[in-house]
């Protein structure tokens, strides 16, 4: 688990850092929302912001993580108690929010269980996940509603990654007898136009897959 944490009270920041580390975190720490803003990267699986930092404040580096990486969770924390504040957090893509003063061990719960909903989630493609526990597919933060068969291709797909799935196989897992190629090629194309990306190939003769 590697976790951003943007806190201007050194103190606290530290004592963060020191407890997320001791329980096997990696956490790189800043005072000042400037340096934290150039260093926002993919590679972390968790953003903590406090609010009220210096020269640009947890709101706005919360803006730009959600431009660039709006799947990626962030927990802001604050002593505010303006509701306003609060909302536009929430409004802007905060994903958690915590109140100071808080125990430390529930930032780590907080952040715990982001990383037991990602390790749910497969990406298949950049900013593409789907969950196969609650048949989830998201892109962007948004739902793409698909239906059952459409679930059972997907997950068929998934399941075989980089490998030619027949068209005899997702007959039996899709339809449980055989279906018409008409009928397979339908459900096909429907979930392609589905997926923001190309992502189903076609293997003439054989059967499709996902790379």
Not at 86 to 101: F, Q, R, V, W
């Amino acid at each position: 688990m590697y976790v951003m944490l943007v806190e201007d009270e050194y103190l606290l920041n530290k004592a963060i850092k020191t407890y997320l580390t001791s329980k096997g975190m990696k956490v790189d720490a800043y005072l000042d929302g400037l340096e934290a803003i150039d260093a926002i990267s993919p590679q972390y699986d968790v953003f903590v912001f406090d609010i009220d930092i210096p020269n640009i404040n947890g709101i706005e580096i919360l803006e730009q993580v959600h431009k660039l990486y709006p799947t990626l969770p962030v927990i802001m924390i604050s002593a505010t108690i303006d509701i306003d504040m609060i909302t536009k957090a929430y409004e802007k893509g905060c994903d958690d929010y915590l109140k100071k003063p808080f125990d430390i061990k529930e930032l780590e719960l907080k952040i715990n269980a982001f990383t037991r909903n990602k390790e749910k989630s497969i990406e298949i493609c950049n900013n593409i996940y789907y969950n196969k526990d609650n048949l989830e597919l998201m892109y962007d933060d948004k739902t793409i509603v698909l239906t059952q068969k459409e679930h059972l291709l997907l997950t068929l797909l998934i399941s075989n990654r980089g490998k030619v799935v027949r068209h005899e196989d997702i007959e039996t897992v899709v339809w449980d007898l055989d279906a018409s190629n008409t009928n397979l090629r339908q459900l096909v194309n429907r979930l392609r136009t589905k997926l923001p990306k190309n992502l189903i190939q076609n293997r003439s003769g054989e059967g499709y897959l996902i790379v």
